[in-house]
């Protein structure tokens, strides 16, 4: 193998590792996504109580493969069931903004990114995401905690999220900011391991500023980690959306 350490063979095998790889990303873009999503979303919609008539339509108005579907068949659906739709379609890792076709009318988003926050909030009433004592590192028990509120999140990778952390005021607020900052950071590269991009996430460290109303800023429940939409933001077309130059 003494032949790889002489640089044109290396510089060779690198173009052909880049020819390789830009094949292995091209076959995973543009049309391949789209059909990949044409073919998840019926198992979604049928889940979710569409039926065989409500169909996902992965196509922008000019034709081109996109990932914010159309969907259509649902003029007979009360909206709680085509809420429902749409959060299962939206949940399809890939998929973008949903749009409803009523006829020739065209009709946003369903749901609001807020329920996002309405959905984590939901779990993290029930449980807690803990940390080794003093510690940023989230213990192994919390693991499918943070599976699930990056399953609730997915759905509404249009909004910016932020990810706060507290403490209890059980020592020097300088220490507790730093180690909130610490643990909010570490939820959030957690979610982006989860496939939630980080550029969505904002983190915060409050340290023990905002105890839990009825609790004593010594409590140790105050220890918490907190989500809350901040702002929505359009999604950015990417390149299975804009067509390329011809």
């Avoid at 020819?19 to 292995?24: H, K």
């Avoid at 569409?50 to 990932?67: L, Y």
């Avoid at 609001?112 to 939901?122: I, R």
Wanted: aromatic share 4%; net charge negative; proline share 8%.
């Amino acid at each position: 193998m003494n032949y790889l350490r002489k640089p044109q063979f290396a510089l060779i095998a690198g173009v052909l590792a880049c020819i390789a790889l830009a094949y292995t990303v091209g076959g995973a873009s543009g049309p391949g996504i789209a059909r990949a999503l044409s073919a998840s979303a019926p198992a979604a919609i049928q889940g979710a109580g569409g039926g065989d008539e409500v169909v996902a339509h992965f196509q922008s108005p000019n034709g081109w493969p996109s990932r914010h579907p159309v969907l259509t068949g649902a003029e007979q659906l009360d909206e709680t069931t085509r809420s429902r739709i749409a959060r299962a379609v939206a949940a399809l890792p890939g998929v973008g903004g949903i749009r409803w076709s009523d006829g020739d009318m065209m009709v946003e988003q369903h749901f609001s990114p807020l329920h996002c926050q309405e959905d984590v909030q939901a779990l993290l009433r029930a449980r807690t995401i803990r940390f080794e004592e003093s510690s940023a590192r989230i213990d192994v028990a919390s693991r499918s905690l943070i599976d699930e509120v990056a399953s609730s999140l997915r759905p509404c990778l249009g909004a910016v999220i932020q990810i706060a952390g507290h403490t209890d005021r059980s020592g020097p607020e300088d220490i507790n900011i730093a180690l909130s900052t610490e643990r909010a950071e570490a939820v959030r590269q957690a979610l982006m391991q989860r496939g939630i991009p980080g550029n969505v996430l904002q983190v915060a460290g409050e340290g023990s500023s905002h105890p839990v109303d009825g609790l004593e800023p010594t409590d140790p429940a105050n220890r918490r980690i907190e989500f809350s939409v901040i702002s929505t933001q359009p999604l950015v077309p990417t390149p299975v959306d804009t067509p390329a130059p011809r």
